[in-house]
């Protein structure tokens, strides 16, 4: 994402691929009756999803001003825009705080990034700190470490920065989302690192992480089919258990059930599947989990215009 996606902030865009089009449009293509988006809106969007291997409840939400940045009647700068506005992420065992912003300077290339401020309760084992960043944080770890009373709340910063590229031909499209975090936690003396349950990995505080969705999809109506490759890795130069670059890939599945012009309150309600075998990780790939068991994630995306200017040319 999320991506994600980010990691599951990424699995949003799902709903979001139409742009500000007709019904049956894509960014794949132009339609002969196009007309530019409203220069100004008051737009928000929402995505909660359910995991599992490992367990997540996320719910995201973002409202903002989202300007058009070109009226030009072609593939590459139809449905350009920038947006910019704060942004929540809650879960039962932390919430995040902050601005996130966003520009489709093309069809084919996006750009974004966010800085939050990030709280833990100090509940389902989070956060665990740990003085090597090589250490073993797997389930059973975790579990273990956390009945011991050695998890805590505390609080700090998150920013994370990244880019999509994508294209089409025809039904078919292609893309990709690099994205990079970096956690300052301010961990207790001699503490380098901790487990985030999102990015599952030990993650270095004070370092960037990188993590990279790659999609292929079938676009068919309101159903789009696809598979999804999931990279992600510590920029720190660590290794070991901690420092193990992940991989995992599985398919994609989501349904759009209303997709209407800008204005509309509540639009592009699309619910998604996500399925993901473990291709390579310190405890998921047989090592202390059987590899079959897959990552797993359930959720819906919708947006809306809560205001939009007049003035569309």
Same mark, same amino acid.
């Given at each position: ?14 709903? &979001? ?41 996320? %719910? ?6 989202? =300007? ?7 593939? !590459? ?7 910019? *506005? ?9 919430? @995040? ?6 520009? &489709? $300077? !093309?069809?084919?290339?996006?750009? +974004? ?12 084992? &989070? ?16 579990? %273990? !470490? ?16 990244? +880019? ?8 078919? =499209?292609?893309?990709?989302?690099? /994205? ?9 003396? *001699? ?5 985030? #349950?999102?990015?599952?990995?030990? =993650? ?13 999809? $079938?676009?068919?109506?309101?159903? @789009? ?42 639009? /592009? ?6 399925? #993901? ?8 790939? *047989?090592?202390? &989990? ?7 994630? $359930?959720? !819906? =995306? +919708? ?11």
């Amino acid at each position: 994402m999320w991506s994600v996606l980010a990691a599951m902030l990424a699995t949003p865009a799902l709903a &979001q691929d139409r742009g500000a089009r007709g019904d049956d449009a894509s960014f794949e293509g132009a339609q002969e009756d196009y007309k530019p988006a409203p220069k100004n809106r008051l737009y928000y969007s929402n995505a909660s999803f359910a995991r599992v291997n490992p367990l997540g409840l996320i %719910d995201i939400a973002r409202v903002g001003w989202r =300007a058009r940045l070109s009226t030009k009647d072609s593939v !590459l700068f139809q449905d350009t825009y920038a947006f910019i *506005g704060p942004s929540t992420l809650i879960t039962p065992s932390y919430a @995040r705080l902050g601005v996130y912003g966003e520009a &489709q $300077l !093309l069809a084919i290339f996006r750009v +974004f990034g966010e800085v939050d401020y990030v709280g833990y309760y100090g509940t389902f084992d &989070q956060v665990l700190s740990f003085s090597d960043p090589l250490a073993r944080y797997s389930d059973l770890t975790i579990a %273990d !470490l956390g009945d011991q009373g050695l998890h805590s709340s505390r609080s700090g910063w998150v920013l994370t920065a990244g +880019f999509t590229l994508r294209a089409a031909l025809g039904p078919i =499209a292609i893309r990709t989302t690099p /994205q990079f975090s970096r956690y300052d936690l301010g961990l207790p003396d *001699g503490d380098v690192a901790f487990y985030d #349950q999102v990015w599952d990995r030990l =993650a270095p505080d004070g370092a960037f992480m990188a993590l990279v969705d790659s999609d292929m999809l $079938l676009l068919a109506g309101k159903a @789009r089919i696809g598979v999804r490759h999931t990279f992600s890795d510590n920029l720190d130069g660590s290794e070991g258990d901690g420092g193990m670059a992940h991989h995992r890939v599985g398919p994609l599945l989501a349904w759009q059930f209303k997709d209407a012009p800008p204005g509309a309150s509540a639009n /592009q309600w699309t619910l998604f599947l996500l399925s #993901q075998w473990w291709l390579q990780h310190p405890y998921r790939t *047989g090592n202390e &989990q059987n590899q079959a068991m897959p990552l797993i994630a $359930l959720g !819906l =995306a +919708f947006n809306g215009d809560l205001a939009i200017s007049k003035d569309v040319p």
